[in-house]
């Protein structure tokens, strides 16, 4: 185990296999839905919010300026399709197929099965307001890359409870 490892005080899960980050940056099982941040295949200026609802796979998908993406239109885009497959190798596909309530067949799915499974449903077009607080935690996670590595107490991070008794 890495120094950072046992020096967190959450639980550090590994991912099930590596991702490529360039793909899809920020992949996250949180607020009942399965949602991320994915990059724009043709501009590199461009990034799409993407998500999907637990239980009934609403799905949204629009540019981080609030644009609706043109190919979620009724049925799953290729940003949702590359979300779920990053997720499925960050978290495996039973704790996505899980986590999403994904009608999968026993034993253990892949990412195309839990896609077939959500899409069989005929999903409804979610409502796009999840994607502002999507964004948001997205660069919040990337603020701390910014941080200069110091040792000094990070005052946004006090809430953490101390990891021994003093
Ligand atoms: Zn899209």
């Not at 999403?100 to 077009?125: C, F, I, S």
């Not at 948001?136 to 990070?154: D, G």
Request: hydrophobic share 40%.
């Amino acid at each position: 185990m890495s120094y950072w490892e046992r020096s967190s005080t959450a639980r550090v899960t590994a991912s099930a296999r590596p991702r490529k980050l360039a793909k899809v940056p920020f992949v996250e099982l949180a607020d009942g839905r399965l949602q991320g941040v994915v990059s724009s295949g043709s501009d590199a200026g461009r990034v799409y919010v993407s998500s999907v609802a637990a239980g009934t796979h609403a799905f949204t998908c629009s540019t981080n300026n609030n644009r609706p993406c043109g190919g979620a239109r009724g049925s799953f885009c290729n940003h949702i399709r590359s979300l779920i497959a990053e997720s499925v190798l960050q978290y495996g596909a039973g704790r996505v197929a899980r986590y999403l309530k994904a009608d999968v067949a026993d034993g253990e799915p892949d990412a195309q099965a839990v896609t077939a499974a959500m899409g069989a449903v005929r999903p409804p077009q979610g409502d796009s307001t999840a994607a502002a607080s999507v964004f948001s935690r997205f660069l919040h996670h990337l603020a701390y890359l910014e941080l200069t590595p110091v040792t000094a107490p990070l005052p946004e991070m006090q809430w953490f409870p101390p990891t021994r008794a003093a």
